[in-house]
Nanobody, 124 residues
């Protein structure tokens, strides 16, 4: 059974940075992807970044490319989301998820296992 646990959320000022972590336990097969999703208050959940479990390739949504970086540790047990130049619209709950997804799509339907989420608030 795959389990994911997010951490690292909190309150940050606009323009600040935060790094989220996603601890992954259980066996991931080849061509699985780990994705980060953002759900703003009152909005639908949106995929923002993904990384391949197989080769570490990455993909970003237009809304975060250039500001956020997804990466993983060498043991492939933790995936990070480094968030820079944070804006108030980045406020919300951030989830990590995984599923069979060789093309690194940011569609929720491609992800079978989800964490519980971590809250990020960007406010002055």
């Amino acid at each position: 059974q795959v389990q994911l646990v997010e951490s690292g959320g909190g309150l940050v000022h606009p323009g600040g940075s935060l790094r989220l972590s996603c601890s992954v336990s259980g066996k991931l097969l080849d061509y699985y992807a780990i994705g980060w999703f953002h759900q703003a208050p009152g909005e639908e959940r949106e995929g923002i970044a993904s990384i391949s479990h197989t080769d570490g390739s990455t993909y970003y949504s237009d809304s975060v490319e250039g500001r956020f970086t997804i990466s993983r540790d060498t043991a492939k047990t933790t995936v990070y989301l480094q968030m820079n130049d944070l804006k108030p619209e980045d406020t919300g709950v951030y989830y990590c998820a995984t599923g069979y997804n060789p093309a690194l799509r940011l569609w929720e339907k491609m992800y079978n296992y989800w964490g519980q989420g971590t809250q990020v608030t960007v406010s002055s």
